[in-house]
């Protein structure tokens, strides 16, 4: 009937292939959408992957983030224990050098507890050998004079027993306290025994020692002992020897202990030269 129509109408008759020409349009949308969709699908696949990379990413640098956090917080607390540390250190060390401070000062005290007779201040027996030893080679090296004093308070027992003992401290102290004022600078005296005492004059031939030894005599006779009310007075009796060249320390000593002997039998408080013969005990 239709071909009828369109006959009838004039239209021209319809080929059979395009007996279902009607559709063609929609299979062409169809395929169109078809591969748009599949274009989407693409895309929609590029996108997801693009999303799980980025959803990647972000979860690395959200545990990059915590590491580092967490390494901050390390790094904080080292500070931390560092600075502690070091403030124990600086406590430490302040401990430290004060106790090298205090065993310094305490040496040097323990020194020179052992080189001073702790009551008169001159120099203890040991540490005046010493000294008087190292100025013996001197001597011997240079040839230089050099004299050597024994001296001995007159009658101090005494005067400890009449006067007590710390008269006789105080003799002591007043003693020496002369001699020092009357001393070189390169001179030095050292206490030998109780009341008995040494001095080495360097540079110093036996009329210097003699006249040095006359001018202290002087000296100690007319210093007071004691106070105003209870002053005594006080003699001293010296041997001096000048070295001989190649003489030892102890045969000097022992030439100005035998001078100061002979100076105690003449009668005390005077001045004796270099005699040949050994001192005895002397009172």
């Known amino acids: 009937m239709t071909r009828a129509v369109r006959a009838v109408a ?44 980025y959803r990647r990413g972000y979860r690395e640098q959200r545990r ?17 224990a560092l600075a502690e540390q070091r403030r124990d250190l600086q406590a430490l060390n302040a401990a430290l050098s004060g106790e090298i401070e205090h065993r310094t000062r305490l040496e040097a005290e323990l020194r020179r507890l052992a080189d001073t007779d702790d009551l008169t201040g001159a120099l203890a027996r040991r540490r005046f050998m010493e000294i008087a030893a190292r100025e013996w080679l001197r001597h011997e090296r240079s040839g230089a004079p050099v004299c050597i004093l024994m001296l001995d308070l007159d009658r101090f027992k005494l005067l400890n027993d009449s006067f007590g003992h710390a008269a006789g401290d105080a003799a002591l102290v007043a003693f020496v306290a002369t001699c020092r004022a009357n001393l070189r600078t390169l001179d030095f005296i050292g206490r030998t025994g109780g009341e008995e005492f040494a001095i080495v004059l360097p540079d110093t031939p036996i009329e210097g020692g003699f006249t040095f030894s006359e001018r202290l005599r002087e000296a100690v006779a007319v210093t007071p002992v004691g106070g105003a009310d209870s002053a005594v007075t006080i003699t001293v009796s010296i041997g001096v020897a000048q070295a001989w060249q190649g003489e030892s320390l102890e045969g000097a000593m022992q030439r100005a202990d035998a001078a100061l002997y002979a100076a105690k039998r003449g ?9 040949d013969t050994a001192a005895p005990e002397r009172t």
């Open 10 to 53: 004039g239209t021209p008759p319809a080929k059979p292939e395009d007996a279902f020409s009607l559709y063609d349009a929609e299979e062409a949308v169809l395929a169109r959408s078809e591969a748009m969709l599949a274009g989407l699908s693409d895309v929609a696949g590029g996108v997801q992957a693009l999303a799980d990379a």
């Open 64 to 80: 990059l983030v915590r590491m580092s956090d967490r390494m901050q917080l390390d790094l904080q607390k080292a500070n931390q």
């Open 267 to 275: 009668g005390r408080n005077r001045v004796g030269l270099k005699p």
